[in-house]
């Protein structure tokens, strides 16, 4: 079972920025990617930014340009900083980790943000 910890998020005005952070456990070597999704009201969760093993990394168009993603491997953990926030990044951002030959899925609780005009 692998773990997995968020922390950051908030409240900020658009324009704002924030950085979420998220650290995993379990064999570095098995982590094929580890990546960002959000969760607005009403919404389905969609990817945000994710990083592969290799270092290819994947925005969603909606934030490209504005947020960033990077990994640190020898702690396994991912931070997402977030610039030029607008009120339609609002929503529950969760942490993932596609690990191992079979995909398996992690995620972690999830972390509000929440951007007003």
């Known amino acids: 079972q692998v773990q997995v910890m968020e922390s950051g998020g908030g409240s900020v005005q658009a324009g704002g920025s924030l950085r979420l952070s998220c650290a995993s456990s379990?064999?570095?070597?098995?982590?094929?990617?580890m990546g960002w999704f959000r969760q607005a009201p009403g919404k389905a969760r969609e990817l945000v930014a994710r990083?592969?093993?290799?270092?290819?990394?994947q925005y969603a168009e909606s934030v490209q340009g504005r947020f960033t993603i990077s990994r640190v491997n020898a702690d396994k953990t991912i931070y997402l900083q977030m610039n030029n926030l607008k009120p339609e990044d609002t929503g529950v951002y969760y942490c993932?980790?596609?690990?191992?030959?079979?995909?398996?899925?992690?995620w972690g609780q999830g972390t509000q943000v929440t951007v007003s005009s």
């Open positions: 993932n980790v596609d690990y191992g030959v079979h995909n398996y899925q992690y």
């Open positions: 379990g064999n570095i070597l098995s982590i094929n990617t």
């Open positions: 990083v592969w093993s290799t270092g290819s990394i």
